[in-house]
């Protein structure tokens, strides 16, 4: 059995990196987060000066209808575990 030492307010084994997944989460999280923040701004600039102004339209139609379904099968979802 392991032994923790929970310290004075027993929080130093939440800040503890030993036997923690925190490492290994973070090998993969940063580089695909920096891949993800290279690409918005390139695409951003890019797309701004392909499209113009009117190249956004139709995006509050698309997000409304994407929110909609995903709100749906998540209630679904909801309703068929409570069964």
């Not at 973070?26 to 580089?31: A, H, M, Q």
Request: proline fraction near 2%; charge should be positive.
């Amino acid at each position: 059995m392991i032994h923790y030492g929970h310290g004075t307010w027993g929080m130093a084994v939440l800040f503890r990196l030993k036997g923690s997944v925190i490492p290994k989460a973070l090998v993969w999280s940063v580089p695909c987060a920096l891949l993800t923040i290279g690409l918005h701004i390139f695409l951003r600039d890019t797309m701004v000066e392909a499209m113009g102004a009117a190249g956004a339209e139709g995006i509050d139609t698309i997000w409304s209808g994407y929110n909609f379904i995903l709100g749906f099968l998540i209630v679904f979802r909801s309703n068929q575990a409570y069964s």
